[in-house]
């Protein structure tokens, strides 16, 4: 299993949502977090305001994914969230060592 963790513009969260929808990705965990890559102390532009600060709003989504799932995953989350400006946002792939659904104690796979 692997830990998808994509970080997006915030408008873009509904057709990401719906193209992992697409795909058959249930479980997700979205949070609304404030980030910069490597245009620190550049201007950015979001919803049309050009901003001059260091941290702009961004949304992380969360996906615990059978490792034969990720490349799918990947290409999905970047096909709808990106529009080719800069702060499109970045995907990060972590290893999962284990998932318990707490409710009836299935494991691993069977627990996504
Ligand atoms: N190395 C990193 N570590 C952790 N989070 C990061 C890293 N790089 C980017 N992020 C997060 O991703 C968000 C979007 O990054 P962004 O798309 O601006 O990356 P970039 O490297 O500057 O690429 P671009 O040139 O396309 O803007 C940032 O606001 C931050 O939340
Ligand atoms: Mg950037």
Known sequence: MK???AIIQPFKLE??????KGIGIDGMTVSEVRGHGRQKG???????QEYQVDLLPKVKLEMVVAASRVEEVIKTVVAAART???????????????AIRIRNDDRSEAAL
Request: proline share 0%; no cysteine.
């Open 3 to 5: 830990k998808i963790e």
């Open 84 to 98: 080719g400006k800069i702060g499109d946002g970045k995907i990060f792939v972590y290893e999962v060592s284990e």
């Open 15 to 20: 057709e990401v949502k719906e193209a992992l």
């Open 42 to 48: 550049h201007k950015e532009v979001y919803r049309g």
